[in-house]
C-alpha cells in the first residue's frame, strides 16, 4: 500500500516533478503538508495519456483535486494547443457549481478558462465558447445532449484538442437510463472525433471495480486502471436503535416517532447533522417535530427539510446554510442530499428506517467524518407491539433484521454489483431521433453502427433495432428517402426540439386511485402494477382490478384480508445477499454490538419466532389460511415467483419483505409446486402472458417502443429467472 506523500518528500520524487511549476507552485500556496494518496497515484495514472482510469475513494478525500492537478499540468505544458482540453460531466447542476469554484481556483493560475454550461448561464456566456472554444467545460450529460443535437457540425472545431473526459459520481451513472445515454454521448463523441478520449470516472461508492470499468468504457478498446484508496479510511461510531411503539400509539397513530424525535433533538442540537428520513411526507413530518422541539425550548430553530418538491431557493438556502456552518443546522433529507455538493463537514448521519440499499447508506456515510474525525451514524428503527393478531412477518421483524442485514454487509465492505440486464429501448430511441437530428439524416446502416458496433447499445439484436425503427415510423417520428435515408418527420421534430427531450429519465408518474368510482388518492407508480397485485394505501390493503395506462388510473377493490403488515424499502429491490444475511442473523445467537437494549430485544424475539415456526429448517410454512414460502433470493426473483404461483392458480400471491405470501391455497400442493420451481427454472418472459394489462411503459420513451420490446425490458428490470 502506498504511503501519503508529503510535499516536501514530493519535491524529489518523479511524480511531483512532472506537474508543471505553476502547478507545484499552487499546491505548495494551498499550504498542503501532504499529497493523499489517491492524489499520488493518479498523476502516474493521468500522465498517462492512453488509459482510462477510475479513482474511488471516501467523501472529500481529494478526487476532484486528484483528477485535475495532472490533468491541469498536461495542459499548461500544451498551452498552444486551442479548443476545450477537458470535459467534466456530472449528475448535479448544484455540484457543477460547486466543481465550477474549486476548478477556477487551481485553473487561473496558468491562465486557463473554466466554463459552465447548463441552463442557468447566459447565452451570451454559452456564444462566446462556441465561437472561442477553451479550456474546461463543466456540464450535464443533458446539456451535451443538446450541444450535440444544436451544434453537432461544430464539435471537431469545439472538442478537436480534447484530451480527458471526467465523470463524476459514476456510481449513480451505471444500470441507469440516463447512464445508458452518458455511453452513447461519449461514444459518439469519439466517433465524431475519429479517436478515443481518455475516461476518468470518480467515485466514492463502488461495489465492484471491475464492472464499473465496463460501464467506463464498453468497447474496451483502452485499458483501465483502478485507484482505490483506503488511506485515511475513517473510523466508525454507530448505533442501531431499536423502539417498540406501545399499543396505544399504533391503534391511534399519533406520537409514534416522538421517542426517535426526541433522541435526535437531544444528540443533534448545536452541531450540523443530515438526518435522512427516506421519504418527502417523513422528511415534512420530522422538520416540524424537532422545530416544535425547539420553539417549545425556547431554542433557535436549526433543522431544515431538503427534497425534491421544495422550490430551488429553499434547497439552496439549506445547501448554503450547511456549507456556511454560521450557526448549528441539521438538514433533514431525502436522498437529495446523499450526494453531490460539498457541505463542509458534517458531525453525524441519522438514518430514519431502513435505507434502501448498501450503497446507498455507503454514500450517505461518506459525508460525515471528515477532516481526520470517525463518522457518526445513528439508525432509528420503530417495530410495532406485538398482539395475539399480529401477522405472521411483524414476528419476525423483518425492518429490523433487514436494516442489520445492510450494516452487517456495509461493516463487511459490501456494496451492490450495478444490474447489467437492462436493454434500455427507451434510450435508444431517444439515441436515434438525436443522432438523425445531429447529422441532418442517416442511414439505419449507419445507425447500426455509431449506436450498436461502436455505441452503447452493443446487446441490442438486429431485429429489435429494425423492430424499433419501424415503431418510429410509425409513430410518424421519423421517414424514410428514396435513398434510404432517415430524417425526422414532423413529430420527430417537435420531439427533438423540445427542451424536455434532452434528458433520458422521467420521474415516476403518479397514477389516480380509484375505487368503486372514488377517488382513493395518487401514486408515483416505478414498479409492476398488474390485476391481482394486492397494494397498501391508506392504510389500507387493495386488490389490482385493472390498470389504465393511457388515462393513469388504477381501479381496485378492497380486500378481504385484514390489518397489512408493515412494508419497508420504499420501493427499492434488494439484492439476494441481502436477504440471505437477513437468514444469517436469524440464525445467529450473536448480537451486534451497534444495537441498543431494545435492538437487542427485538432481534432476540424475531430469532424466538424464526425458530418456533421452523424456518430453521423449512422454507414452506403455514397459518391459518396463509401458506408463507422464504425462499431467501433477489427481490427480482422473488416477484418472479409470485407470477409462477399466481399462474398455478394461486392468484392471490404477493411478496412482502423476504416472502410469499400466498392467501387460501393447499398446503401439500404450494410445497410441490415450490421443491418443482427450485429445480426447473423458467424464463420470466413466458410468465407475462396474463399481464398484458400491466403499465409496461416504466421510461420515457417507452410508448413508441414495440409491446414485445417493452416485456423484454419489463422482465429485465424486474424479474429474474
Given at each position: 500500500m502506498n504511503l501519503p506523500l508529503s510535499v516536501s518528500e514530493a519535491s524529489n520524487s518523479q511524480a511531483f516533478e512532472k506537474l508543471h511549476p505553476k502547478v507545484q507552485k499552487w499546491i505548495w500556496d494551498k499550504g498542503w503538508d501532504e499529497l493523499r494518496d489517491i492524489q499520488e497515484?493518479?498523476?502516474?495514472?493521468?500522465?498517462?495519456?492512453?488509459?482510462?482510469?477510475?479513482?474511488?475513494?471516501?467523501?472529500?478525500?481529494?478526487?476532484?483535486?486528484?483528477?485535475?492537478?495532472?490533468?491541469?499540468?498536461?495542459?499548461?505544458?500544451?498551452?498552444?494547443?486551442?479548443?476545450?482540453?477537458?470535459?467534466?460531466?456530472?449528475?448535479?447542476?448544484?455540484l457543477i457549481n460547486d466543481q465550477f469554484s474549486r476548478l477556477t481556483d487551481l485553473f487561473q493560475v496558468l491562465d486557463i478558462p473554466v466554463h459552465r454550461w447548463h441552463g442557468d448561464v447566459s447565452q451570451h456566456h454559452k456564444t462566446k465558447l462556441l465561437k472561442q472554444p477553451t479550456g474546461i467545460l463543466l456540464m450535464t450529460p443533458e446539456s451535451l445532449e443538446a450541444l450535440f443535437i444544436r451544434h453537432g457540425q461544430s464539435l471537431r472545431r469545439l472538442f478537436g484538442n480534447l484530451n480527458a473526459v471526467v465523470i463524476d459520481e459514476l456510481h449513480a451513472f451505471i444500470g441507469t437510463e440516463r447512464g445508458c445515454q452518458l455511453q452513447s454521448l461519449l461514444a459518439r463523441l469519439e466517433f465524431a472525433l475519429g479517436r478515443q478520449i481518455p475516461r476518468v470516472g470518480l467515485s466514492a461508492t463502488l461495489g465492484d471495480m471491475a464492472l464499473a470499468a465496463t460501464f467506463l468504457r464498453p468497447d474496451g478498446l483502452l485499458p483501465c486502471q483502478l485507484i482505490q484508496s483506503h488511506l485515511n479510511q475513517q473510523g466508525l461510531k454507530l448505533q442501531l436503535r431499536g423502539t417498540r411503539l406501545a399499543a396505544k400509539e399504533?391503534?391511534?397513530?399519533?406520537?409514534?416517532?416522538?421517542?426517535?424525535?426526541?433522541?435526535?433533538?437531544?444528540?443533534?442540537?448545536?452541531?450540523?447533522?443530515?438526518?435522512?428520513?427516506?421519504?418527502?411526507?417523513?422528511?415534512?413530518?420530522?422538520?416540524?417535530?424537532?422545530?416544535?422541539l425547539c420553539r417549545q425550548r425556547c431554542a433557535p430553530e436549526e433543522f431544515v427539510a431538503h427534497h425534491g418538491s421544495l422550490s430551488k431557493e429553499l434547497r439552496e438556502d439549506a445547501e448554503n446554510r450547511l456549507k456556511?456552518?454560521?450557526?448549528?443546522?441539521?438538514?433533514?433529507?431525502?436522498?437529495?442530499?446523499?450526494?453531490?455538493?460539498?457541505?463542509?463537514?458534517?458531525?453525524?448521519?441519522?438514518?430514519?428506517?431502513?435505507?434502501?440499499?448498501?450503497?446507498?447508506?455507503?454514500?450517505?456515510?461518506?459525508?460525515?467524518?471528515?477532516?481526520?474525525?470517525?463518522?457518526?451514524?445513528?439508525?432509528?428503527?420503530?417495530?410495532?407491539?406485538?398482539?395475539?393478531?399480529?401477522?405472521?412477518?411483524?414476528?419476525?421483524?423483518?425492518?429490523?433484521?433487514?436494516?442489520?442485514?445492510?450494516?452487517?454487509?456495509?461493516?463487511?465492505?459490501?456494496?451492490?454489483?450495478?444490474?447489467?440486464?437492462?436493454?434500455?429501448?427507451?434510450?435508444?430511441?431517444?439515441?436515434?431521433?438525436?443522432?438523425?437530428?445531429?447529422?441532418?439524416?442517416?442511414?439505419?446502416?449507419?445507425?447500426?453502427?455509431?449506436?450498436?458496433?461502436?455505441?452503447?447499445?452493443?446487446?441490442?439484436i438486429q431485429s429489435d433495432f429494425l423492430a424499433l425503427l419501424r415503431s418510429l415510423g410509425e409513430h410518424e417520428l421519423i421517414t424514410q428517402m428514396q435513398n434510404g435515408t432517415l430524417l425526422l418527420d414532423r413529430k420527430g421534430e417537435q420531439l427533438v426540439n423540445h427542451y424536455s427531450f434532452y434528458a433520458a429519465f422521467q420521474t415516476p408518474e403518479e397514477y389516480r386511485l380509484v375505487s368503486d368510482g372514488r377517488t382513493l388518492g395518487s401514486l408515483p407508480v416505478d414498479m409492476p402494477v398488474y390485476p391481482e397485485l394486492v397494494l397498501i394505501f391508506g392504510g389500507r390493503r387493495w386488490v389490482v382490478l385493472s390498470v389504465d395506462d393511457q388515462a393513469k388510473v388504477i381501479e381496485l377493490r378492497p380486500s378481504a384480508s385484514g390489518v397489512p403488515p408493515k412494508f419497508g424499502g420504499g420501493g427499492a429491490l434488494f439484492h439476494g445477499k441481502v436477504r440471505q444475511e437477513m437468514r444469517k442473523l436469524y440464525l445467529s445467537e450473536e448480537l451486534p454490538?451497534?444495537?441498543?437494549?431494545?435492538?437487542?430485544?427485538?432481534?432476540?424475539?424475531?430469532?424466538?419466532?424464526?425458530?418456533?415456526?421452523?424456518?430453521?429448517?423449512?422454507?414452506?410454512?403455514?397459518?391459518?389460511?396463509?401458506?408463507?414460502?422464504?425462499?431467501?433470493?433477489?427481490?427480482?426473483?422473488?416477484?418472479?415467483?409470485?407470477?409462477?404461483?399466481?399462474?398455478?392458480?394461486?392468484?392471490?400471491?404477493?411478496?412482502?419483505?423476504?416472502?410469499?405470501?400466498?392467501?387460501?391455497?393447499?398446503?401439500?400442493?404450494?410445497?410441490?409446486?415450490?421443491?418443482?420451481?427450485?429445480?426447473?427454472?423458467?424464463?420470466?418472459?413466458?410468465?407475462?402472458?396474463?399481464l398484458e394489462a400491466a403499465n409496461l411503459q416504466a421510461e420515457k420513451h417507452d410508448a413508441f417502443v414495440p409491446v414485445e420490446l417493452l416485456k423484454k425490458e419489463f422482465v429485465a428490470r424486474y424479474f429474474e429467472g
Open positions: 497515484r493518479a498523476i502516474y495514472a493521468l500522465l498517462n495519456e492512453q488509459q482510462d482510469v477510475i479513482l474511488a475513494a471516501a467523501t472529500a478525500s481529494g478526487k476532484t483535486e486528484a483528477a485535475f492537478i495532472p490533468i491541469s499540468s498536461r495542459m499548461a505544458y500544451e498551452s498552444d494547443l486551442v479548443g476545450v482540453r477537458a470535459l467534466y460531466l456530472s449528475p448535479l447542476k448544484a399504533q391503534e391511534q397513530q399519533a406520537d409514534e416517532d416522538a421517542d426517535v424525535i426526541e433522541h435526535l433533538y437531544t444528540h443533534l442540537c448545536g452541531k450540523t447533522n443530515l438526518i435522512f428520513a427516506n421519504s418527502r411526507s417523513n422528511v415534512e413530518m420530522f422538520t416540524d417535530g424537532l422545530n416544535q456556511e456552518q454560521a450557526q448549528p443546522v441539521s438538514a433533514v433529507c431525502t436522498s437529495t442530499l446523499e450526494m453531490g455538493i460539498d457541505i463542509g463537514q458534517v458531525h453525524s448521519i441519522a438514518q430514519i428506517g431502513s435505507p434502501p440499499s448498501v450503497a446507498s447508506l455507503r454514500q450517505r456515510l461518506g459525508r460525515s467524518g471528515r477532516r481526520g474525525e470517525p463518522a457518526i451514524l445513528r439508525v432509528y428503527v420503530s417495530e410495532s407491539t406485538l398482539t395475539p393478531k399480529s401477522p405472521l412477518l411483524d414476528r419476525l421483524r423483518p425492518h429490523l433484521v433487514q436494516t442489520c442485514a445492510l450494516l452487517e454487509l456495509l461493516l463487511q465492505g459490501w456494496c451492490e454489483p450495478p444490474d447489467k440486464s437492462r436493454f434500455h429501448f427507451s434510450t435508444c430511441v431517444q439515441q436515434m431521433l438525436s443522432l438523425i437530428a445531429q447529422q441532418g439524416g442517416l442511414k439505419a446502416a449507419q445507425l447500426w453502427q455509431m449506436l450498436v458496433v461502436q455505441g452503447a447499445f452493443k446487446d441490442l454490538v451497534y444495537l441498543n437494549a431494545g435492538g437487542r430485544e427485538l432481534l432476540q424475539e424475531a430469532r424466538s419466532h424464526f425458530y418456533s415456526l421452523g424456518l430453521n429448517q423449512k422454507q414452506v410454512i403455514q397459518e391459518g389460511q396463509s401458506i408463507f414460502v422464504f425462499p431467501w433470493c433477489s427481490d427480482k426473483a422473488l416477484l418472479t415467483l409470485v407470477l409462477r404461483f399466481q399462474q398455478a392458480g394461486y392468484s392471490q400471491t404477493w411478496s412482502e419483505w423476504m416472502a410469499l405470501h400466498i392467501e387460501k391455497g393447499s398446503f401439500a400442493h404450494v410445497e410441490e409446486l415450490w421443491s418443482d420451481f427450485q429445480e426447473n427454472l423458467v424464463e420470466p418472459l413466458t410468465l407475462l402472458g396474463h
